[in-house]
Structures are given as C-alpha cells and as structure tokens.
C-alpha cells in the first residue's frame, strides 16, 4: 500500500457516513510516523480519536476509547455502514469476520484465518502476546483495538502511561496514546479539512518549508508536549529556529495579551516546542513567571528526600532556573512507585483561553525513571515531587544544577531558623509556604520580609478554613490544599481544584487583599478563596442542576460564621440580600430562575442555617458520607435531600422547598405529611404567606 492509497483511508472508513458517535469521554491520539495516519478528529487536529496504521503487510485501527472495539462484535444498525467500510479496508476487500481476541493468552488461541482481532486495550496482554501480534500485523494481519488511557490510569492508581501495556503496544506501531481528554461533538463528524495533516511527520516536512504555520505549528507542538522529548528524526536545530525566530506577535506579557486566534495557534506551537528543548529561554519569560536579574548561584549534588502519605505535590525546597537543565538521580524508593517530577506550579493550560497573558502551558511534568531523569523547563519554577498513589511511600534524590528557594513549612519545628536562613540566602523566584492542610505558592519577593510568627498565624488560619469545611461535611483531610498565584488562570477569575489557581493580585503584600493578611482575614475573611476550596468539597449526592455555585456557599456561610468569628454575619447577609430575593417570589417563584440566580438560591439553605442551626446541617452531610446515596436524576437528588434535612430536624420541610419553587415528587409529599410543618414566617415568606403550604 503506497502513500497516495494510505492517504484516502479516512475517505474510505466514511464513505456514505458524516459522523461516528461520541462513546464516552475519549481521549486523544497522536500519529506520529509516515505509517500512520489520523482518521477522525474532535473540535481540532489535536483531538485525534482514530488513527489507521500500516505495519509491515498488516492493517491497524486504533481507537481513543476502549468501548469501540465493542461495536464491531455487536453490529448495531446505526454503525452497520461504518463497521463495513472498516472490514472493508482491513480485509483489502475479501470477506473477514471480527474476533475477539480479549480472553486470549497466546496467539496459539486464536485462528486467525478469514479474521479480523478486536482487543479491548484494557484487557492487558504479556510481552510475549503483543510481540506475536506485531508479528501476526507484520505478516498481513488485521487488527481493531481502543484504549480510554486516562480511565484505565484512574482505574490504575500508582502506575503510569508507560506502565500501560496497551500504550507500550501502541509505542511500537507509531502511535502514541495520551491521557488527555478529547474535545469533541457528539456525534463526531467527520472533517476531511482536519486530516489533512496525517501524521505529525508529515507536519515536521510541512513546517521545513513553512515554519510559520499556525495550524502545523499547533499539532507539533502539541505532540512534543505530550511526548516530553523532541521528536523522533527533528533536527533540534529546525525547532530551535522556530523559538527564536518567535515575532513579538506570539509572545504573551500582561500588557500586550496574544488576541488574534492564528497568533495563539503560533503561540501554543512555540510553546509546546519549548517544552522539549533542553537549555532554551523562553522568550518574554521575564514578563512571567519570571527571570534572575544575575546568574543566581547554583547548586549541585545536594541530597532531597521525600516522605509522601498522599497524592499531593511535595516541594523538594529548590527551583529551576529558566533554561538550565537538572539532572535527577534516584538513590531509593519505598513504598508504591508512580513518582513523577514537577517544574512549576502553574499547571493551567490556557489552549483554549481567548487570550494568552503568559504562554499557555508553562508546567513541566515527568515520570521518574528507577535511575536518572533529565529535564528543562524553558520557563522556570518550583521543583515538586508527586506520588500518584495514596499509599505511603518515599524517594531519596540528587539533585543537579537547582536553586534554593524560600520555603516554610508549620510541621518543621525548625522552621524559623530555616526560613531566617533561606529568606537571606533562597535566590528562588517562588516560595512554597505550607500549613498542615494547605499550601501556597506565591513570588517569593511577596513572603521574604514576613516574620516567621507572622506567617504562624496566617499559615494556623488558613489550616482552620480547611478543617471548617471538612468538619461541616464530616470528612477529614487526605491531602494539603494548594493554592497557586497565577498571572492567567485558566477559568475565571480564580477556580477551584488542585490547585485552586487565583489571579496575582492577591499575592502582593501592600494590598489589603493579600493573602497573608492575617488582620484582613481574621477580621473579614475571603470570600472567594473560602468558596473555591468549597467547591473541592462539594458532592454529587447533594449538588444537582443550578446548584454547583450554591452548595459550595454553605461551607463559605459556615467558613464566614465560624472561622472569622462573625457569628451574627449570617443574619447580616439574610438582611442585605432579601430584596433581591423578594422580586423572586414576587414573580411566583418559578424554579428555572432559581436555578440562574446562585443569590437566590442560596437563601433556602441560608434560612436552614437560622432556623435549625450548623450542628444540623453536620447531622445531615454524615448521614450522606455515611451513606453514599446511588442517586442518578436530578430529582432523586431534591427528594434525598429534603427527606434527609426534614428527618434530621424532625419537620416537614416540603412547604418551605415548595415555597422557593422546588418540584417534589408525591412520594416524597407522602412520605413526610406525618411529620410537623415548621412555624417560618420571615419576611420572605410573609411575600406570599399562602404558598407555604404542603
């Protein structure tokens, strides 16, 4: 099969077909040789969810999710088209019937006369079966396979990508799987302007003639990004080219953003291209997350050891200079293997951002090997260590070529003597000060004049909104909460997760809103930080449609009241809210605009607070973690919850939740009407006394 017959496969797997259906979540592939090409792809050219591949006299169709192979031994009427044209160009025309290859052991099991394999990558096969079957495809064979890599890492906890046999397989016949998940439509259609491409060797030969191509810069760079390595028969020289020859068009700083789309696309490729060039500065990178104004004093050799109980970023206390490369050497291991290295905490990924404030992915991330692991970053940052286990485990390392930073750490009974010492003598750009249950990365010119008593007591409140929201919920921390100071973060002003990631301005120390001023918070709090580490705290069970910005507020009302010591700061906010929320019931109190408006909505479960207390809102959450409802609709979630809250309080709340509009199955209605209605007559309720009523 020469190149021009390969590049119609995508032509001839859709011929009479316009789109394949979205299963699942997929995740993405990327083909990288002049033997594979990309079939079908997502919302871009790096959302690759089929790549066919010729190897030897053999044909290969490979999926971005596992439950396709699926299709192909139960032919369902809306694939029929789909599965033919497949069994078409796999049996070169001849007839074929699929097979099942997931129980197998050997190829000794198979006949694999008149077939076609199908192997769920998830069923893991030996060493010795995959050699065979790269054998098998060598000689003419034909093969159907799918893999969801990052289900199966979820699935996996502890391993990695190239501990996943079906990617080492994938590896070997130019294919390489990435634990992404794919932007894509459903159904996926089928664009002939998205393949065009083919592989990304054939990008590599594009970009020789034109370096500036946005598009081709975007699939390259993607590519180098995930494989973490320049790629394969590159000329190091050729991407070098492209970084420095970089117009200030697709250079991000805060005062001049990347807008125009095809200058992204350029700005993400270069990027992604930086990400693989060992001892490259990324141009602009003074803008963020910054540079040395002199060459500041390296240090190699120096001993890190790490002790891990969760899956967590651990700072190793150093970082890494902007184009210089370290070098790691593992002296020794316990506990579960899995480690992977970090440079820089900002992870946020801004591909998909309207505009660049600094360059889109400026996180390094590697799997440690058992020996020796080199890497570059051409941004800079804090070096992290993270096990992907929840185990507890160990790593002992040598560290070349880093920088000390400042870093603080409450558990250190040395810790003032140590950060005296680093605040003098850490040239590091970034400081990682940590609590029991939270940790902060924030420019180190922020935190290096505070007192080590100063940064006690800010460092004992943030540990306290931790605690706050886990003893609402009946929980207990397994991992310290992070928050990280960001020039862009990647959604919104500020987002939660791990890391919860905030805009830069909390980090300065002459703002009132520093967030290291203790007489601020102690006094006032924060709001929005207290309501992202909400978020991270929130439960499917009790969180349906139109409530993700609400429920996250119960543990900010309760961080509010309780921490900050503002007792009486809920009734102030029922009062400053309630006439907003009046036009509402006014207008009748209709659902759907409750669901739009998180003030409004927020009030019901403001009035359970007064009228019953904290203590039971604890009672409740404990019965849910204590439970673990299977609850699927959004229905089954109301009727849970208000026949939860109304037993624990002994009342029949199904008035108060029919007043604000709730619909509530009559089961639910039923279920309650033997218990009490409760005595609320607030200002609300006094709008429309009539509809409180069950």
């Known amino acids: 099969m020469d190149d021009t017959e390969f590049d119609q496969v995508p032509q001839i797997l859709f011929q009479g077909i316009s789109s394949l259906e979205k299963m699942g979540a997929p995740g993405t592939l990327i083909p990288l040789t002049n033997d594979t090409r990309a079939v079908l792809c997502g919302a871009d050219s790096n959302n690759v969810i089929i790549v066919a591949t010729r190897f030897g006299q053999g044909r290969c169709l490979v999926f971005a999710h596992n439950s396709y192979p699926g299709i192909f031994l139960n032919i369902e009427k809306k694939n029929q088209q789909f599965v033919e044209n497949c069994r078409q160009w796999l049996a070169r025309g001849h007839e074929a019937e699929f097979l099942s290859i997931n129980q197998a052991k050997t190829m000794h099991d198979i006949a694999t006369d008149g077939k076609i394999l199908v192997w769920d990558g998830h069923r893991s096969k030996s060493d010795t079966l995959m050699n065979d079957l790269c054998d098998y495809l060598q000689r003419g064979g034909a093969l159907i396979c799918g893999t969801t890599a990052w289900g199966w890492l979820q699935q996996n906890p502890g391993k990695l990508l190239p501990d996943f046999p079906f990617a080492r397989f994938c590896d070997y016949i130019g294919v390489k799987v990435t634990d992404n998940y794919a932007n894509c439509s459903n159904p996926i259609q089928f664009r002939e302007d998205l393949i065009q491409f083919k592989n990304v060797y054939n990008v590599v030969q594009n970009l020789t003639d034109n370096p500036n191509n946005a598009q081709d810069l975007a699939i390259v760079g993607s590519a180098i990004k995930e494989l973490g390595d320049t790629l394969p028969g590159v000329p190091i020289e050729t991407l070098q080219d492209i970084v420095m020859n970089a117009g200030q068009e697709v250079i991000p700083a805060q005062s001049c953003p990347v807008r125009n789309k095809t200058h992204r696309e350029q700005s993400s490729g270069i990027c992604g291209i930086m990400c693989a060039l060992p001892g490259i500065k990324a141009p602009g990178v003074r803008n963020f997350p910054g540079d040395f104004d002199r060459p500041p004093h390296i240090l190699t050799n120096v001993q890190c050891r790490i002790e891990s109980k969760a899956n967590e970023w651990y700072c190793t206390g150093y970082y890494v200079a902007a184009g210089i490369p370290i070098q790691i050497d593992v002296l020794e291991q316990k506990g579960p293997t899995g480690w992977t290295a970090r440079i820089g905490c900002h992870s946020d990924d801004l591909g998909r951002c309207d505009e660049f404030r600094r360059w889109p992915c400026i996180s390094i991330c590697r799997p440690l090997s058992n020996k020796t692991t080199k890497m570059s970053s051409a ?198 809210q309630i006439s907003s929320t009046k036009t509402y019931i006014e207008k009748g109190s209709n659902f759907n605009e409750w669901k739009e408006k998180p003030g409004v909505a927020l009030f019901i479960y403001a009035q359970l607070i007064r009228e019953y207390g904290w203590s039971s809102y604890k009672d409740v959450f404990r019965k849910y973690e204590e439970i673990q409802p299977k609850l699927g609709s959004d229905q089954e979630k109301m009727d849970y919850w208000i026949t939860t809250f109304s037993r624990q309080v002994g009342h029949n709340l199904v008035p108060l939740f029919k007043f604000w509009g709730f619909p509530i199955s009559k089961s639910t209605i039923d279920d309650l009407k033997k218990l009490p209605i409760p005595q609320i007559y607030d200002q609300l309720i006094q709008v429309a006394p009539e509809r409180y009523s069950v």
Request: charged share 20%; aromatic share 12%; net charge negative.
């Open 379 to 576: 941004f800079g940052g804090l070096l992290f260590f993270q096990n992907s286990s929840d185990g507890s485990s160990s790593i002992s390392v040598n560290l070349h070529h880093v920088v000390l930073t400042p870093t603080y750490d409450i558990t250190d009974p040395n810790r003032a003597e140590l950060w005296k010492y680093r605040c003098s003598n850490a040239p590091g750009l970034w400081a990682d000060i940590s609590g029991r249950y939270i940790a902060f990365n924030l420019p180190s010119k922020s935190v290096i004049h505070l007192k080590s008593a100063e940064l006690d007591r800010v460092i004992q409140f943030w540990d306290s909104i931790v605690l706050a929201h886990h003893d609402l919920r009946g929980t207990k921390p397994i991992h310290r909460e992070r928050i990280v100071c960001d020039e862009q973060p990647s959604a919104g002003y500020m987002h939660s997760g791990y890391p919860v990631v905030t805009h830069l301005d909390v980090s300065d120390s002459n703002s009132e809103d520093f967030i290291f001023n203790s007489e601020k918070l102690e006094t006032n709090g924060a709001w929005g930080l207290f309501h992202e580490l909400g978020h991270n705290m929130q439960q499917g069970w009790w969180t349906f449609e139109g409530t993700g910005e609400v429920t996250v507020n119960i543990f900010t009302l309760h961080a509010m009241d309780k921490v900050c010591r503002l007792e009486p700061w809920i009734h102030t906010w029922l009062q400053d």
